[in-house]
C-alpha cells in the first residue's frame, strides 16, 4: 500500500525530465490504489501534477490524446458500477480534474512560447537596430570622405599646378608669377570657405542630413573652367537644354562630377591638353560627359582612385549609369546619366 502511495508521489520529483513517463508511471500506481481496498489518499493529485508537466510539454492534439487515455483509466480504475448513485458525480470529478490541469498546462506552454516569442522579436529589432546604426555610420562616413575628397581635390590639383608654374617663371616673368599665385589665393581661398562650412555642419548634430556647405549648382560650372584655362588646359564648355527646373541633388551630383572629372584632367592630362565638358538635358534624364586629349590616367589597369569610385557612387545612388575609361583616340572620358526620378519618385536634395 505504502509502495503504491509513494509511486504516486516520488516519481514527480523527475517530471521534468521525463514527463511522460512519470505519468504513466503515476497514473498506473494511482489506478492500482484504487482498486483495492485502502485508506482513502488523495493519489489523483499526483496525476493531475504530472499531467500539467506533460501538458506544458506537447502540441494540443497529442495532449488531447494523452488526456484522454489518463480519463479513461482513472475512470476504469475508480469509477463505482452505474448501479450507484455515485457514479455520475465521480465521473464528472475524474473528468474535470483532468481536464483542468490539460487546460492550465496547455495555457502555460501557449504563454511561454508568446514569451519566448516576444523576447526573440525584441532580440531581432535589437540586432536589426545595431545594424541599421552600423549601416548609417558607414554611409556616413563615405558621405563626409566623397565630400571632403570633391572640396580638397580640385582645389589643391589647382593650387599645384599654379605653385609649379610659379616657381618656373617668378624670376624671368614676375607678372605671370603674381597671376599664379593670385589663382592660388583665390582657389584657397573658396576651398577654406567649403571645408569651414563642411565643419559647421559636422559640429551640428542637430542636422546631420544637411549638405556640408552650399549646394553647387551647373548654373557655376563655369567657375570651374577659369581656373583650368590659367593652369594651361583649356576647357571647352557646351551646355545644352534648360536646366532652371531640375531637381537640386541631380543638379549638385552633376557638378561634383565635373568638377571631380576636371581635377583629373589637371593631374593626369598634362600641359596643353585639351578637355571638352557637355552638359545636356535629355527629357527626363541629364547627361554629362568629359573628355580630354591628353596622356590619359598612368596605370589604367589599377584599380579606380577615390574620384572615379566617388562619382560611380554618386551616380548609383540616383539610379543612373557612369563610365569612365580611356578614349579611343587617346586621352579619357568620364560619361554620367543621371534620371531626374527613380521609380516615379522625384529625386530631392
Not at 608669377?177 to 589663382?183: F, G, I, M, T
Not at 591638353?273 to 580630354?292: C, F, I, K, Q, Y
Request: glycine content about 8%; aromatic content about 4%.
Amino acid at each position: 500500500m505504502y509502495v503504491l502511495v509513494a509511486a504516486c508521489f516520488l516519481p514527480l520529483a523527475f517530471r521534468r525530465r521525463s514527463p511522460l513517463t512519470v505519468l504513466a508511471i503515476v497514473t498506473s500506481a494511482a489506478a492500482v490504489y484504487d482498486m483495492v481496498p485502502r485508506v482513502p489518499v488523495w493519489t489523483w493529485v499526483g496525476v493531475i501534477v504530472a499531467l500539467y508537466t506533460v501538458a506544458t510539454r506537447l502540441p494540443r492534439r497529442r495532449l488531447i490524446l494523452v488526456a484522454g487515455i489518463v480519463a479513461a483509466v482513472m475512470l476504469a480504475a475508480g469509477l463505482p458500477a452505474f448501479a450507484s448513485e455515485r457514479w455520475i458525480s465521480d465521473f464528472a470529478r475524474i473528468v474535470s480534474l483532468v481536464g483542468v490541469a490539460a487546460a492550465l498546462g496547455d495555457a502555460t506552454r501557449n504563454r511561454q512560447a508568446y514569451i519566448a516569442e516576444v523576447e526573440r522579436r525584441a532580440a531581432e529589432a535589437e540586432r536589426t537596430r545595431e545594424e541599421e546604426a552600423r549601416r548609417r555610420v558607414d554611409e556616413e562616413r563615405l558621405r563626409i570622405a566623397r565630400e571632403l575628397h570633391d572640396v580638397t581635390a580640385h582645389s589643391l590639383s589647382i593650387i599645384a599646378v599654379q605653385s609649379g608654374a610659379a616657381v618656373h617663371v617668378i624670376d624671368k616673368n614676375p607678372v605671370e608669377a603674381r597671376k599664379a599665385l593670385e589663382v592660388i589665393r583665390q582657389t584657397a581661398k573658396a576651398s577654406l570657405e567649403e571645408l569651414r562650412s563642411m565643419l559647421g555642419v559636422l559640429r551640428n548634430p542637430e542636422d546631420g542630413d544637411a549638405p556640408f556647405a552650399p549646394a553647387p549648382r551647373l548654373a557655376l560650372v563655369s567657375d570651374l573652367v577659369r581656373p583650368l584655362d590659367e593652369a594651361g588646359v583649356s576647357v571647352t564648355l557646351n551646355v545644352t537644354g534648360d536646366l532652371r527646373e531640375i531637381p537640386s541633388v541631380v543638379d549638385s551630383s552633376a557638378y561634383r562630377i565635373v568638377q571631380e572629372a576636371l581635377t583629373n584632367v589637371v593631374r593626369h592630362a598634362g600641359e596643353g591638353a585639351h578637355a571638352t565638358v557637355n552638359v545636356r538635358r535629355e527629357g527626363g534624364m541629364l547627361a554629362v560627359e568629359v573628355s580630354d586629349d591628353g596622356r590619359g590616367v598612368p596605370d589604367s589597369g589599377a584599380s579606380e582612385g577615390h574620384g572615379i569610385a566617388g562619382m560611380r557612387e554618386r551616380v548609383a545612388a540616383l539610379g543612373g549609369s557612369f563610365d569612365a575609361g580611356p578614349s579611343p583616340d587617346g586621352g579619357f572620358s568620364v560619361t554620367a546619366r543621371l534620371p531626374f526620378s527613380t521609380n516615379g519618385v522625384e529625386a530631392r536634395a
